[in-house]
């Protein structure tokens, strides 16, 4: 976000159209809000993974839950070096800790698509996010 102020309330249709790529994740990504002060470090935010794309191995500091709106894939993540898996489908919400590292693999006919959700902590200085790192857990 380019310090561009926020309204207050919206209310949007959101759509896929709007979704473009990152450098370090696989997918197409969308953030319509990204963390300030004001809203406490609200994200909320779309992906979608067309057939046979991952979002790789990446953690955060803070929680955050990913609801699947449509679509299949699987999510895997790690804790204490024990590496879990579970089925993604419509209706299902996959929530983890901060500092669990985690993938989402695309594994269906359509792309999987869904909403991100979770509180990051905001930058005191640039009033912005970093929290998310990309590692390598196998």
């Known amino acids: 976000m380019s310090g561009a102020k926020l309204p207050k309330a919206w209310v949007k249709r959101l759509s896929t159209t709007e979704l473009g790529k990152l450098d370090w994740l696989e997918g197409s990504w969308k953030r319509w809000i990204e963390p300030t002060r004001e809203n ?13 794309e991952k979002a790789d191995w990446h953690e955060h500091e803070e929680p955050e839950v990913f609801f699947v709106l449509e679509g299949r894939g699987q999510a895997r993540w790690k804790i204490n070096g024990e590496v879990s898996t579970a089925r993604l489908e419509p209706g299902v919400a996959f929530y ?10 695309q594994t269906g006919r359509k792309p999987m698509r869904g909403l991100a959700f979770k509180i990051a902590r905001v930058d005191a200085a640039r009033g912005a996010d970093a929290s998310v790192r990309g590692e390598s857990h196998g």
């Open 40 to 52: 406490r470090g609200m994200v909320f935010a779309m992906g979608m993974l067309e057939r046979g």
């Open 96 to 105: 983890k800790v901060g500092g669990v590292p985690h993938r989402m693999l």
